[in-house]
């Protein structure tokens, strides 16, 4: 079975300042999707990024990017230029290629991000 | 465009009751995934159902079930409630079977607070 840690359960940054959230997982799969999902009090998950395990090059969407180590298991989410509105809880996810559990997301148990001025 | 709607928000029932929750997905997304998360934790995979068909099913009880309406929007029923179950209930959709494929990602809802008295 995939498992995912994250082993940050709270951080904090600065308005305007980078900081980096840690994930790992463990899967006996080559081939997988992985996910930054954020939810904020309004408790809709929100795609943040995702990255394909068969791609060596790390995704990036706008202030959001990934250090992808497929070797590691390691998946770390950084945000740059935080702003106000990227407090949340961030969710690292897995998900198999398999057809029947594509669609079966495995979550870890969260990181809680606190901007501050 | 709509996005996922559930209903109801908040719901309180007792121990031993049975409760129905809703799920209306994106316009033209046939694939359906409900998710479970307690407190403090990330989600949990429920089920999944694809063109009204269960594709996946997660570790929970029998006492959870779920069914897909030719419209696509679904049903979670949970039985014989324990105070256990208390949680937020999240649905996704996605357009294909795969809620993982890169031009295919779930869609998530604000979720149903449940809590069992």
């Known amino acids: 079975a995939q498992t995912v840690t994250q082993s940050q359960p709270e951080m904090s940054v600065q308005e305007a300042e980078t900081v980096t959230l840690s994930c790992t997982y463990d899967?006996?799969?080559?081939?997988?999707?992985l996910f930054w999902y954020k939810q904020p009090p309004s408790r809709q998950m929100i795609l943040v990024i995702r990255?394909?395990?068969?791609?060596?090059q790390n995704a990036t969407e706008n202030r959001f990017s990934v250090n992808f180590q497929k070797a590691a298991k390691s998946f770390s989410l950084k945000i740059s230029d935080s702003q106000l509105g990227d407090a949340a809880m961030y969710f690292c996810?897995?998900?198999?290629?398999?057809?029947?559990?594509?669609?079966?997301?495995?979550f870890g148990t969260g990181t809680r991000l606190q901007v501050t001025l | 465009d709509a996005g996922v709607t559930q209903s109801p928000t908040h719901l309180i029932k007792t121990r031993g009751q049975h409760v129905t929750l809703r799920c209306s997905p994106i316009?033209?997304?046939?694939?359906v995934s409900w998710y479970q998360q307690v407190l403090g934790q990330g989600p949990q995979f429920i089920f999944q159902y694809y063109e009204k068909e269960e594709r996946g099913r997660g570790n929970f009880p029998d006492r959870f079930s779920a069914r897909q309406f030719p419209n696509y929007s679904s049903e979670l029923n949970v039985n014989a409630l324990l105070l256990g179950d208390s949680a937020l209930y999240l649905c996704a959709s996605s357009y294909k079977n795969s809620g993982s494929s890169y031009n295919s990602p779930l869609h998530f809802g604000n979720g149903t607070r449940l809590t069992v008295t």
């Open positions: 996810a897995y998900s198999g290629l398999n057809t029947g559990t594509a669609s079966k997301l495995t």
């Open positions: 990255q394909e395990a068969y791609k060596q």
């Open positions: 899967t006996s799969e080559s081939d997988y999707y």
């Open positions: 316009s033209g997304h046939k694939s």
